[in-house]
């Protein structure tokens, strides 16, 4: 029996665990009292326990080869009416299967640290050669699991080639007769080139391929999207800027720059109040500050001994994809020239204001000449003129 069906031990089981029959008559008569046989397999569950050479079995038997130990309950209108135990000796099999998996994993580890190490390079070179933006980002995210399916792939794809190669070869060696391990090694290494490339080529390095064009694409896109950003930016004519919520200047146009005589280098990463009020502190009624506080947007207008002119200063909040604070846009207008047409207009108005004065009292003066002349002709009337006093 062990030599057709590899079976070392056969054992048949009464509903109490007593050995009714067995291969090693030894063992008649004995019954089986643990707990997994009556908690499990009187349940009628299978019960199946691989147990390694020269350890112990679920009936502390020590084995001298490599063993399956199955318990499968035999079952009668749902009732348990006893069992069958099959040691089934697996060591040819667990030897073949050790072989091929250590053949196997060389050629795995070898191929995913090549792979590991080309998805690090092409990272780390995208990384470098593309500038970091919201867009790119975004692409990113969505990219971000390319590496691991890339690897995944390669790995199972590396593991099932060598299994079935290693299974063929295996009946190859057997049916054949071949004894060359240089022979098999060779035969080895050409089916797996064979097999291998065309998975590797549609699943590994064609998606790749795609996804380094596209990030070429993408990084062109940036580029020219940013030149035209830049462009647009610095052709404003008001001041622009961006401040961080610890009021550090992140981001200037060229009218900012103009407008105070300075260097990017001279303001990226300096605190605003610092370079547009010269001071050490945000003053009293700081727009940022509001809008900080607040988180809408803010209007001041803002009339500073350190800016030679007076500007009109709007601060926008800039939030993150979680709507927390990050930063604000100032756009800061000069209205010198509004101011002046401001005080024009007042200056008008006080004017308009004393010749309307001055035109009422020409009209009362004009009103009372106008009375007393009636009068006076009315006077000379007699009686008319007192009907007409009587009247009025």
Known sequence: ??????????????????????????????VNQHTYFHQIVAKGHKYTKLVPKMSKSSENKTLNSDVVETYIPIMRDGKFAGAFE????????????????????????????????????????????????????????QHKYMSIYLFVITMATVFISEFFIMVMLDRIKKNL??????????????????????????FVFKPLLIQITERKQMAEFLRVAEKEWDTIFNS??????????????????????????????????????????????????CPH??????????????????ISVPVL???????????????????????????????????????????????????SEEIEKHRQKEQMQFGQQGFPMRVYSTLR
């Open 1 to 30: 029996m062990q030599s057709d069906f590899e079976i070392i031990e056969l054992k048949i089981y009464a509903p109490d665990g007593e050995v009714l029959y067995c291969s090693d008559t030894e063992d008649i008569g004995e």
């Open 289 to 306: 500050l509001r809008c900080i506080q607040s988180k809408i947007p803010e209007v001041q207008e803002i009339l500073d001994e350190n």
């Open 313 to 363: 200063e709007s601060v926008s909040p800039v939030f993150d994809e979680q709507g927390n604070l990050t930063s604000s846009v100032h756009i800061a207008k000069d209205i010198t020239h509004i101011k002046k047409v401001e005080m024009e207009l007042k200056e008008k108005a006080i004017q308009l204001q004393h010749l309307n004065e001055n035109l009422q009292v020409l009209v």
């Open 86 to 141: 099959i040691y089934y000796d697996v060591t040819l099999k667990k030897e073949l299967l050790t072989d091929l998996v250590s053949r196997s994993s060389i050629m795995v580890i070898i191929l995913s640290i090549i792979f590991m190490a080309m998805s690090l390079f092409i990272y780390l070179r995208n990384r470098k050669e593309y500038s970091i933006s919201n867009t790119l980002d975004n692409y990113l995210e």
């Open 177 to 202: 007769s071949i004894s060359s391990e240089l022979l098999l090694n060779f035969m080895d290494s050409l089916i797996l080139v064979f097999v291998l490339y065309p998975i590797m080529y549609f």
């Open 236 to 285: 404003i004519s008001d001041m622009i800027s961006v401040h961080g919520v610890d009021f550090s200047i992140k981001r200037v146009n060229n009218a900012f720059l103009n407008f105070y005589g300075v260097t990017h280098k001279d303001v990226i990463g300096k605190k605003c109040y610092e370079i547009v009020h010269d001071s050490t502190h945000p003053f009293n009624d």
